[in-house]
């Protein structure tokens, strides 16, 4: 591919790229550096662009995994405070009890079934996407929302029962 057609080819997906890795990360600064990444990519193996049939579906393809990479790059600095604000969070605790309640909620989670400990423990405690956990685990997104959405239920439940006071008959 030379320069004409890379400019015509390929400049012109800029703005539908950046729409892409701002949905994706959430961050226009870096939207824009990954746009430019893949360009710079895209720039220096150009010769093999020729044999690609579908340009917008390879670069939509490349610029996606892009941004799933600098995500992943993310995650190791999560720490065990910030799981436990996205527990608390998700179960609209009062900050008082949070130690208390992460404790029990940590205790409580063997209770679940495997997919949704398995769900709640990659969503809640390892603040995954629902995407990799969808394709991690087999299901679809609107599985993997709606199994969480029952795990965090029965958490709720269950702390709540475990928290209850309990009146000793005499």
Known sequence: MNEQQFKEQIIPLS???FG???KITGSSDESKDIVQDVFLKLWST????NRIENIPGYVTTIT??????KIRLRKPTMDADYAEAQINKALEEPDDDKQ??????TQLIPHLNEIQQKIFTMRD????EYNEIASQMGLSEENVRVTLSRA???LRELVTNATKPRILNN
Do not use: Y
């Not at 996606?64 to 990479?69: A, P, S, V, Y």
């Not at 405690?125 to 995954?128: A, N, Q, S, T």
């Open 100 to 105: 208390e309640k992460l404790a029990l909620i």
């Open 20 to 22: 892409l890795c701002l």
């Open 15 to 17: 703005r539908r790229l």
């Open 125 to 128: 405690m390892e603040c995954m």
């Open 46 to 49: 150009r010769e093999d662009l």
């Open 64 to 69: 996606r995994n892009r941004c799933l990479d």
């Open 152 to 154: 965090r239920k029965k």
